[in-house]
């Protein structure tokens, strides 16, 4: 494990503005019989003096986040097939034949769209179970960690990309200057990199502090990425807000001077800018949103406990990890959490070591309460379990404050 309080991106000095403390892997859900000692680190937030990038203070090494047994499905949600799929109906291309090559693919979710219809393409995905998946959908995936000398040996051996895609990836990558610069040789003339992450303007104004946790090493912002992409022999040239996840961006990074920046590049740049997004005033003030937010978390679930409630959690997502060991939240407080992923079922929380059951749980017994973990996914789960509602159920969530409905 390395312990850096230098930017990622340009080596000035990082200054923290939150310390969520210690904290598990986020996606590591142990079996029950597992008694060996768990891995810890220290999840705290700094914003760069320098190129203005939020990034955790502290790196956990890639192998121990991404590998075989990486439990995270991206067609797990409904809601996120669908959006992938508008994606791959409009991946912008310039050439009569296309090569897209997407970073981070996952169980094929977006790249099997583009299969289906012959589109030449290739998914990088170091997580060996989830790579597998994608195989199995008909995607050509490479099972490795993207970065400068993969990108060499994909333009060596499969030629320019017209589009690469990264949703949800490139926020996982500290190394991202060496994979940016990479990309900057992948790409066809006229070529674009396309990628999406969590906004941490929609962070801030949402207090969703449950996005920050080890995968998610970067909390892009428009400016930060402007300065990034710059560093890189690359351009800002567009950006979309997006609903999925909280809120996020879709930047589209194109070769210097090869493109003109739309004007929604400016609207957002001077947005953050008006608003002191990373001003130290800001993240202070969102740094005591967040204690308030575990303070009254904590004294709710107590509450209820105490009154003989019957409490459960609603998706064993990644985000739910800060939560549970940011707020001591153990099975004490919260029964089991009800999850749809295979690979998480009968295995245990990370850190907080509540049991991971099946839906089925939780749709045969509800219970009085539920602690809405999957909160970006509301609609799509809320809309699928009204009869938790009808039974006289009531959701809990804490995002963007304390509230039960
Ligand atoms: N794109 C999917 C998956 C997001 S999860 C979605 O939006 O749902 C992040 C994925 O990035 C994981 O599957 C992980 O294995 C992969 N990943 C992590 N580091 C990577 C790297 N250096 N290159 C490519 N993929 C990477
Ligand atoms: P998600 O919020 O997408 O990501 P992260 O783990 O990065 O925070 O995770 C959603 C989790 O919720 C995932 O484990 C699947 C689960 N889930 C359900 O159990 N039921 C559902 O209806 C949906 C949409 C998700
Ligand atoms: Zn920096």
């Given at each position: 494990m390395t312990t850096s309080h230098?930017?990622?991106?340009?080596?000035s000095p990082l200054l923290e503005f939150l310390d969520l403390g210690r904290q598990p892997l986020s996606d590591h859900f142990r079996a029950p019989e597992d008694t060996g000692a768990e891995f810890f680190f220290h999840l705290s937030v700094g914003r760069c003096e320098g190129c203005g990038m939020v990034q955790l203070m502290e790196e956990v090494p890639r192998e121990r986040m991404f590998h075989a047994d990486y439990p995270y499905l991206s067609s797990g949600s409904a809601v996120m097939r669908q959006h992938f799929a508008e994606f791959a109906n409009r991946a912008p291309t310039h050439s009569s034949d296309p090569f897209v090559v997407e970073l981070g693919c996952n169980d094929g979710v977006m790249l099997r769209r583009l299969a289906e219809r012959g589109v030449r393409h290739l998914g990088v995905e170091p997580s060996g179970g989830v790579a597998d998946l994608a195989r199995a959908a008909g995607v050509e995936v490479w099972n490795v960690f993207f970065d400068e000398e993969t990108a060499a040996g994909i333009l060596r051996d499969?030629?320019?990309?017209d589009v690469v895609y990264a949703a949800n990836t490139l926020c996982h990558i500290p190394y991202v200057v060496p994979v940016l610069r990479g990309v900057r040789e992948l790409l066809a003339p006229g070529g674009v990199l396309v990628f999406e992450d969590p906004y941490f303007g929609d962070i801030v104004r949402q207090s969703?502090?449950?996005?920050?946790?080890?995968?998610?090493f970067y909390l892009f912002t428009g400016n930060a990425v402007h300065n990034l992409a710059a560093r890189c022999g690359?351009?800002?040239?567009d950006v979309e807000r997006l609903g999925v996840h909280g809120g996020e961006v879709r930047y589209t990074l194109g070769r210097s001077g090869e493109h003109s920046p739309s004007p929604a590049v400016s609207a957002l740049l001077r947005e953050e800018r008006e608003r002191g997004l990373t001003e130290p005033a800001g993240l202070r003030a969102f740094a005591e949103r967040v204690d308030r937010i575990r303070a009254d978390l904590v004294s709710l679930l107590t509450r209820l406990r105490d009154e003989g409630a019957r409490v459960a959690g609603y998706g064993a997502t990644a985000k739910s990890a800060t939560v549970l060991n940011y707020c001591g939240i153990g099975p004490d407080l919260v029964e089991y959490i009800s999850d749809t992923t295979p690979a998480k079922q009968a295995r245990l929380t990370p850190g907080s070591g509540i049991e991971v059951r099946p839906p089925e749980t939780f749709t045969l017994d509800y219970p009085d309460?539920?602690?809405?973990?999957?909160w970006n996914h509301a609609e799509e789960i809320i809309g699928k379990e009204q009869g938790f509602r009808d039974s006289g159920g009531q959701w809990i969530r804490y995002v963007p404050e304390v509230h039960m409905s």
């Open positions: 230098r930017c990622r991106v340009c080596d499969r030629g320019p990309a969703s502090f449950d996005q920050i946790y080890d995968e998610h690359l351009e800002l040239v309460y539920a602690v809405l973990f999957a």
